[in-house]
């Protein structure tokens, strides 16, 4: 049972992907905003229909606590009934951002209060060329450490293309001192004078903290944030 997994969506690039019943998938397929109850324990989104069938309602009652209480036995019953629910619910993965974005028009269209902060002025997985462009810009024109992750052979900065409900993103590292860090802002903003879409969130870290998995995958721990700024 995957929850979640990134993949590719032609709308927005490499998303988070979240898994829906078959008949939210529908409704999502068809504009709407689907039903938003859940599946305890794995999270999958299920419509109101499914929830009732299925009796979901009983099952989420029982939380992590109840759930430690219970004998061997009930626990395997009650991990039976929720794959049972998750088996006859015919998933289908659909991405994150899809569905913010039926959330936001259909907010804005009943006038009702925005569920998230919208950034639909910053450059998203379409503007790739232009992200492109921007590192390139960077690198020519200040000198930069090193990324430790030694197979990426780049400089210690990365880009993150924005989403509907995330802006494009910029982290260094290594750069410490405040002067280096305002030259390197300024160098932006000159970049940014012939962009439109302005939103941006940048940020400066003091160094990586890249940690080795079990599986031999890199993964980030804590990093200590030094300068976030986030221009509007
Ligand atoms: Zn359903
Ligand atoms: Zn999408």
Do not use: M
């Given at each position: 049972m995957g929850l979640t997994a990134i993949k590719f969506c032609p709308r927005h690039g490499n998303q988070v992907f979240m898994e829906f019943c078959a008949h939210n998938g529908k409704i999502i397929d068809d504009g709407k905003v689907p039903g938003m109850k859940r599946i305890p324990f794995i999270g999958t989104v299920i419509c109101n229909q499914c929830f009732e069938i299925h009796q979901v309602e009983e099952l989420a009652k029982v939380d992590q606590n109840?759930?430690?209480q219970f004998s061997e036995t009930n626990k395997?019953?009650?991990?039976?009934k929720i794959?049972?629910?998750?088996?006859?619910?015919?998933?289908?993965p659909k991405c994150l951002e899809c569905v913010n974005q039926l959330l936001?028009?259909?907010?804005?269209?009943?006038?009702?209060?925005?569920?998230?902060?919208?950034?639909?002025?910053?450059?998203?997985?379409?503007?790739?060329e232009t992200i492109k462009r921007l590192e390139t810009y960077l690198n020519q024109r200040f000198t930069f450490k090193k990324s430790k992750i030694a197979h990426l052979d780049r400089a210690a900065f990365f880009t993150q293309y924005g989403g509907i409900s995330y802006p494009?993103?910029?982290?260094?590292?290594?750069?410490?001192?405040?002067?280096?860090?305002?030259?390197?802002?300024?160098?932006?903003?000159?970049?940014?004078?012939?962009?439109?879409?302005?939103?941006?969130?940048?940020?400066?870290?003091?160094?990586?903290n890249i940690m080795k998995k079990s599986d031999g995958s890199l993964s980030r721990g804590k990093e200590n944030l030094l300068l976030k700024k986030m221009i509007k």
């Open positions: 109840t759930l430690r395997v019953e009650f991990e039976s794959r049972a629910v998750y088996q006859a619910i015919n998933c289908v936001l028009t259909n907010a804005r269209t009943a006038g009702k209060k925005l569920p998230f902060e919208a950034y639909e002025n910053t450059l998203t997985f379409k503007d790739e494009f993103s910029i982290k260094f590292y290594y750069v410490i001192e405040k002067e280096r860090q305002e030259k390197l802002l300024d160098l932006i903003e000159k970049f940014y004078a012939s962009i439109p879409k302005k939103e941006r969130l940048i940020q400066f870290y003091e160094a990586e």
